[in-house]
């Protein structure tokens, strides 16, 4: 098997989610930084492989893969023979399905830009970023009392994708404490094999 490049950035929750899927999925693999700071997304060679000049990438061989859900599906159905990760069950798959869009929709406009704000002085809507990630905390709170995972017995993409952005939800200064299922949640994925841990970004000193 040859070595799966990734192409990322290490403080990003979506080259997280690839990163993690990479290790759980035992594949070797080479990480390659982009230098998000200096814009090294916007340069030729790498719009050669992402036109949207967006981490992460993967080059498996001929195949890329642009997009972090795209990468955690291609990651799966190639690679996970047991679908384990991505079931062919279909209401299974439609449920995976559904929490691959909330990654992208309220994960993203929530703790995801909350944290771009806070970290990154991104120009977006603090206020609004929090609000949303209130709202989707309140949603998955009851619905993790009492499970284990968001679909199925055991751990899929879907809580890949949610993963990183929730976990890092408090570099946003949005706070986890008051949601117990959710904190549990969190450190089953963090007890899974071979789990890949995101690096925490250290402030300045004030």
């Known amino acids: 098997m040859a070595n799966i490049v990734l192409h990322g950035f290490r403080l990003s929750g979506h080259s997280h989610r690839a990163e993690l899927m990479l290790n759980l999925l035992r594949l070797p693999y080479e990480f390659r930084h982009v230098d998000l700071a200096q814009g090294a997304q916007l340069r030729p060679?790498?719009?050669?492989?992402?036109?949207?000049?967006?981490?992460?990438?993967?080059?498996?061989?001929?195949?890329?893969?642009?997009?972090?859900?795209?990468?955690?599906?291609?990651?799966?159905?190639?690679?996970?023979?047991?679908?384990r990760w991505l079931p062919t069950d279909p209401v299974e798959a439609a449920q995976v399905q559904r929490w691959l869009s909330v990654a992208q929709g309220p994960v993203f406009n929530?703790?995801?830009?909350?944290?771009?704000?806070?970290?990154?002085?991104?120009?977006?809507?603090?206020?609004?970023?929090?609000?949303?990630a209130e709202r989707l905390f309140?949603?998955?709170?009851?619905?993790?009392?009492?499970?284990?995972?968001?679909?199925?017995?055991?751990?899929?993409?879907?809580?890949?994708a949610l993963y990183s952005y929730i976990a890092q939800a408090p570099e946003g200064e949005v706070?986890?404490?008051?949601?117990?299922?959710?904190?549990?949640?969190?450190?089953?994925?963090?007890?899974?094999?071979?789990?890949?841990?995101?690096?925490?970004?250290?402030?300045?000193?004030?």
């Open 45 to 83: 060679q790498f719009l050669a492989l992402n036109p949207f000049g967006i981490v992460p990438v993967i080059e498996d061989g001929a195949v890329v893969v642009a997009d972090s859900v795209a990468i955690l599906v291609y990651l799966a159905t190639r690679y996970d023979p047991e679908r």
């Open 110 to 132: 929530g703790p995801c830009a909350a944290r771009l704000v806070k970290l990154f002085k991104r120009d977006l809507d603090y206020e609004r970023a929090v609000a949303t």
């Open 138 to 160: 309140a949603v998955l709170e009851p619905y993790l009392d009492g499970r284990d995972f968001l679909v199925g017995n055991g751990a899929t993409l879907a809580d890949v």
């Open 175 to 206: 706070s986890l404490q008051p949601y117990p299922a959710i904190r549990a949640w969190l450190a089953r994925i963090e007890a899974l094999p071979n789990f890949l841990a995101m690096p925490v970004v250290q402030k300045p000193a004030a």
